[in-house]
């Protein structure tokens, strides 16, 4: 990524220039390029003038924070209050993607949506059976009190 590979005027050290017209490498001039990650806050050194995240990862993550209102609850605040968590808070599964991208999750993040405000972080199957139940607390009992009654389920 960035510009083709060229030799530096001053000390004729090749060098990959970071804006199309530099004929000086940035050992030559002093000049520090390093910034910060607008996700992870990382100190990284870019390989343009938009380079804005560390990697592909955060740039998966700041593309998906900022696409649209859907992900309003889904701030960098958000993702870094949650990042360490690996498992279902319901099931402890460590989850599966639902998406072929490289960077897709595995784990959602779990928020009310009358509210917006976070409540964990779940698999896809325990996030979609809260939201199928409408996330109806009395609906959840009836299902366990089914589920216990039943005679197809083994008990041990």
Known sequence: MGYPIRSCSRCNEDFRPFVHNQKVCDTCTGIN?????????????????RNDYCSK?????????????????FS???????????ACQICGSEGFSMSKREYSEKLCIDHCHNTGIVRGKLCHNCNRALGLLGDDTDILRKAITYLERAETIRKE
């Open 33 to 49: 390029r390093q910034k910060e990650c607008k996700w992870c806050n990382e100190i990284f050194t870019p390989t343009t003038i």
């Open 57 to 73: 990862r955060c740039q998966e993550f700041g593309n998906r924070a900022g696409r649209s209102k859907r992900f309003e609850y």
């Open 76 to 86: 960098k605040e958000v993702y870094h209050q949650y990042k360490d968590i690996t």
